[in-house]
């Protein structure tokens, strides 16, 4: 009986290992796109929060105040 | 025995569900080579920007910059843009294959990279040029 069940769940094992691999062997594009959104809102400074540098950004032309 | 196989197919199921929740969790892009590249881009961004909506420079199709049309720059400006398009996407190089490779799978770069050239066109401002089937297309 023992010599029955043996193989068959070593096999079973063997398989779930490989499926282990294969799940972290696959590309996370829902957590790469988020990488991506974070990085680019963060050199093209399209959200609050990051320092504004000297030069206004492009998307926001704050018309000068005539004197 | 079977008492045995049966705790070692449990231990198996948690290494799984755990492996599963790593593959759902976020990509590290805080290391201090990334902060460097992401500072050294946003610097330059404050230059780049006025010749995007120009449509001197475009995005291209690979999550990279090129020059694309410089008639409406003075000659002088020419050779500067050139520069700043080589540094730009020198950087922009390094940071896909720092993330990939910061997260252990440098093997993710073109991944990443593709990620990336769909993300930085969608976030692209209206009037500025991107790369379509190698195309130059107005945003």
């Keep these: 009986m023992k010599q029955n069940i043996k193989p068959i769940t070593i096999l079973t094992l063997i398989g779930l290992l490989s499926a282990c691999v294969t799940i972290n062997i696959y590309f996370p594009a829902a957590a790469a796109e988020k990488a991506a959104d974070k990085i680019i ?10 320092p504004t540098p000297t030069d206004k950004p ?8 005539a004197k | ?18 492996n599963l929740a790593n593959a759902a969790a976020d990509l590290d892009v805080n290391t201090p080579t990334i902060s460097a ?17 120009s449509g001197a420079i475009g995005l291209t199709g690979d999550g990279l910059i090129a020059v694309r049309d410089t008639t409406a720059l003075p000659l002088k400006d020419r050779q500067g843009i050139n520069t700043l398009v080589a540094a730009e996407n020198g950087d922009r190089n390094a940071l896909y294959k720092e993330i990939a490779a910061g997260n252990g799978h440098p093997e993710w770069r073109g991944d990443i990279q593709a990620t990336f050239a769909g993300r930085w066109i969608d976030k692209a401002q209206s009037g500025w040029w991107y790369q379509k089937d190698g195309a130059w297309v107005k945003k």
């Design chain 1, 41 to 50: 809102d963060e050199v093209w400074q399209l959200k609050d929060g990051v």
């Design chain 2, 1 to 18: 025995m079977q008492k045995f196989i049966k705790l070692f197919l449990v231990a198996v199921m948690m290494f799984l569900s755990s």
């Design chain 1, 58 to 65: 492009a998307d926001a032309p704050t018309a000068q105040p």
């Design chain 2, 37 to 53: 590249i992401k500072a050294s881009m946003q610097a330059r961004h404050t230059q780049l920007a006025p010749h995007y909506a």
